[in-house]
């Protein structure tokens, strides 16, 4: 079974940093692209950023290019988003997401979500 | 970026009703679109990719069709576990942007 569980979520003031992780399990990690997708309060949903799947190719969303930096380990089966210099706008639940068809832009597992608060 | 508009934004229906949403891109993507339900509280769940590709355990009253800029998702005989927010999703390049959603409540 396709599990995807995210952590690292809290809440941080403006300007600080976090960094979520999502732990992968029942299916080859290292095969597919993976992706963080969020959704502020009441909002819809935004892709975030994705990570090829041996990590060597990334992609941004321009809201948080320069600020966040998406990573993976392989031999972990573990996902990452590195989030420096939060803004009250990056408050969002966080998902992680696997691709369908091993490296399409659909997604088709998701995680339950981490909830990151940006506020003073 | 290619922005992605969809319709209407709330509709209200019953039990039994053909429903469908339609869903526009501001450039062509061929067919490369996903369509996602999610209810109160949950992730998102993927109902159907390339535009008309059922996923796997979707019941089949979910219907994708369409191409290029314009289209539509139908939900042939709503049931209670169908009202939820509906959201299309291009990935024909990035950035991957979603539509804002469309919530489906009962009537």
């Known amino acids: 079974e396709v599990q995807l569980v995210e952590s690292g979520g809290g809440l941080v003031q403006p300007g600080g940093s976090l960094r979520l992780s999502c732990a992968a399990s029942?299916?080859?990690?290292?095969?597919?692209?993976m992706y963080w997708v969020r959704q502020a309060p009441g909002k819809g949903l935004e892709w975030v950023s994705l990570i090829y799947n041996v990590g060597d190719g990334t992609s941004y969303a321009d809201s948080v290019k320069g600020r966040f930096t998406i990573s993976r380990d392989n031999a972990k089966n573990t996902l990452y988003l590195q989030m420096n210099s939060l803004r009250a706008e990056d408050t969002a639940v966080y998902y992680c997401?696997?691709?369908?068809?091993?490296?399409?832009?659909?997604?088709?597992?998701w995680g339950q979500g981490t909830l990151v608060t940006v506020s003073s | 970026d290619i922005q992605m508009t969809q319709s209407p934004s709330t509709l209200s229906a019953s039990v039994g009703d053909r429903v469908t949403i339609t869903c526009r891109a501001s450039?062509?993507?061929?067919?490369?679109l996903a369509w996602y339900q999610q209810k109160p509280g949950q992730a998102p769940s993927l109902l159907i990719y390339k535009a008309s590709n059922l996923q796997s355990g979707v019941p089949s009253r979910f219907s994708g069709s369409g191409s290029g800029t314009e289209f539509t998702l139908t939900i042939s005989s709503l049931q209670p576990a169908d009202f939820a927010t509906y959201y299309c999703q291009h990935y024909n390049n990035s950035p991957y942007t979603f539509g804002q959603g469309t919530k489906l409540e009962i009537k």
């Open positions: 029942g299916f080859t990690f290292s095969s597919y692209w």
């Open positions: 450039q062509t993507i061929s067919r490369w």
């Open positions: 997401a696997r691709a369908g068809d091993f490296w399409s832009g659909y997604f088709d597992y």
